[in-house]
């Protein structure tokens, strides 16, 4: 009894031992938990037939999950030492709840089985933590797992391998290996002779095991499946209050001014950055329609505009609809661009070249499915990364459309969505550089021309009144950081913005004219295209619109100190001066 005590001890002190030579810190409350660890570890090993293996067995898997540390402490995050004893007890508690499954089992089948089924999941959590610190040196965040959740599995596939190099190859051979080793030991942990006493006993620690276990949950690795939860909650509650915000729109909300007559156009591009734009002073000539439009009296050139986040859905979230960083609506309550233009009796269209339906669906779908009329010309609906079509197809498809009194025509491009090469014909393979940066800039030169046939078809309606212009987000394509947020930095949100407009609407708004060419170097985040767009197309509402977020207001509030990103978390201001 004294050395089981004295090995208690010593388990303890050398875990409490072990977190203090990496944190410099102890959490009192939470060494608790290493303390439970030591008593199950000793309690459990008293009732095993081969103690040998059950240690090997608890080492190895202790080893597999606690190698997530290392990621950790590898990447710029903040960890305390309550996390540290949290996670490391929640690691714990599992081997031990797999080995004494493991033990039980009488059959050699059976327990290869389920060995190889509980690691097999336990190595999927490290894969992808690892994975994806290999493929963006960072800590996987909700924000991560929600755009591979908005994908589908071919662009996931294709972001990957764009990604990912050798040492994660290296990586995943190493885990499965480890898999390997672990159900060959496992396989051999078998309890010793019991009596029904004994049994019991066993049971009470299994049941001690699964309480630390929950009492652990609350760990930097769940707290990502929980904080996607909430995240995917909060999406789906906006597309079951569809109905309810409607009907509100409908009773509730009065349209001061039901807006102006005419065509008006948004296109919505991807990932595109400004600072590989020649229109904004790129060094290679990848915008030469735009170079020359920017001098046109009709077109303005915006200097200063940033995204609100730099992710596609969190960014078309809220530039499509009514929630922004700077107000306290609920996003399922936030009323959208499209169902806002149908109340004020404009005939709506959405024109996407983007994958309709990702694993689990998004918000940017049922603020599309608002509209009268959508056209998507990718065919393979979540299926595959593949169009069929470049984006030029979309400036085709609106021979389809008859342009109505009143209209609001959105079309979302493809643009310079990851991969590169795939976004633009081979007659467009002008740069030649380094790395991905020349197929970028491909993309980029590709989106010039369809946006110069894009504006040409749409200028020559009779009835068109103005386009607008905006990418999502941009892409930290120099340093090769992509989107990420975890690895943010201002080149991600750096996107370009501007704005075309007839004759015809120029006379009739002069002073919302004046004040968009006054408004050029003004700043500015896309989660205020709502407000902008409401303006320009002459739809107010008290309940609705703020003149503070309305680019062409005489009220816009263009203060730099305001402007945020990442949904509020970095401040533009900040971000500028470093």
């Known amino acids: ?94 081997c031990n709840i797999l080995l004494i499954l493991t033990a039980v089992i009488p059959h050699i089948y059976l327990k290869r089985a389920f060995v190889l089924l509980g690691g097999a999941i336990v190595l999927l959590v490290v894969i992808i933590c690892w994975g994806y610190y290999f493929s963006e040196h960072a800590w996987l965040n909700v924000e991560a797992v929600m755009a591979a959740l908005q994908t589908n599995s071919a662009e996931a596939f294709s972001y990957v391998h764009d990604r990912t190099g050798f040492m994660a190859l290296v990586l995943i051979f190493f885990l499965a290996a480890t898999l390997f080793l672990l159900v060959k030991i496992m396989c051999k942990v078998s309890v010793r002779k019991l009596s029904a006493t004994g049994y019991v006993v066993l049971l009470v620690l299994f049941a001690l095991s699964g309480v630390l276990l929950v009492r652990t949950s609350d760990n930097f690795v769940l707290s990502i499946y929980e904080e996607t939860k909430d995240y995917q909650r909060e999406y789906d509650e906006y597309a079951r209050q569809r109905e309810e915000r409607q009907h509100n729109l409908a009773q509730n909300v009065t349209i001061d001014s039901q807006g102006q007559d005419g065509v008006f156009v948004l296109v919505i591009g991807e990932s595109e950055n400004r600072d590989h734009m020649s229109a904004y002073g790129y060094n290679l000539e990848t915008t030469p329609w735009l170079d020359k439009m920017a001098s046109d009296p009709n077109m303005i050139l915006f200097q200063n505009a940033y995204s609100c986040h730099v992710q596609t859905v969190p960014v078309i979230t809220y530039a499509m609809t009514e929630k922004n960083q700077y107000n306290t609506v609920d996003l399922e309550k936030a009323v959208s661009l499209i169902e806002v233009a149908k109340a004020a009796g404009y005939e709506t269209v959405w024109l996407s070249n983007q994958v309709r339906y990702g694993s689990w669906g998004t918000p940017i779908s049922v603020i599309a499915d608002a509209a009268d009329k959508q056209i998507w010309i990718n065919s393979h609906q979540g299926n595959t990364l593949d169009t069929d079509y470049y984006d030029e197809e979309l400036v085709n498809k609106l021979d389809e459309i008859k342009p109505g009194k009143k209209m609001l025509i959105v079309l979302h491009l493809m643009g310079s969505h990851i991969s590169y090469q795939d976004r633009y014909p081979a007659s467009f393979e002008k740069f030649m550089t380094d790395g991905n940066t020349g197929e970028y800039d491909n993309s980029v030169l590709y989106n010039d021309f369809v946006m110069s046939k894009l504006l040409d078809k749409v200028a020559s309606w009779q009835n068109f009144k103005g386009l607008v212009y905006f990418s999502d987000h941009s892409e930290a394509i120099d340093s090769g950081k992509s989107h990420n947020p975890a690895t943010f930095s201002l080149d991600m949100t750096n996107i370009p913005l501007y704005m075309y407009f007839a004759p015809t609407w120029q006379q009739d708004n002069a002073q919302r004219f004046s004040n968009l060419r006054q408004a050029k170097d003004y700043y500015f985040t896309n989660d205020l295209i709502f407000d902008t767009m409401l303006g320009i197309m002459g739809i107010s509402s008290s309940q609705l619109t703020d003149s503070a977020n309305d680019l062409s207001a005489d009220g816009y509030n263009h203060d730099l100190a305001r402007f945020k990103t990442l949904y509020g978390k970095k401040s533009i201001q900040d971000v500028v001066k470093k």
């Open 1 to 94: 009894m004294k050395r089981n005590l004295l090995m208690i001890l010593g388990i303890y002190l050398g875990l409490l031992g072990v977190c203090y030579l990496g944190m410099h810190e102890i959490s009192p409350r939470h060494t608790v938990f290493l303390l439970v660890d030591a008593i199950l570890f000793m309690s459990t090993l008293h009732y095993m037939d081969d103690k040998r293996q059950f240690i090997k067995g608890m080492a190895l898997g202790m080893g597999l999950l606690c190698s997530i540390f290392i990621i950790r402490f590898l990447t710029p995050v903040e960890m305390k030492a309550w996390e540290v004893y949290t996670f490391l007890s929640f690691s714990f508690a599992l």
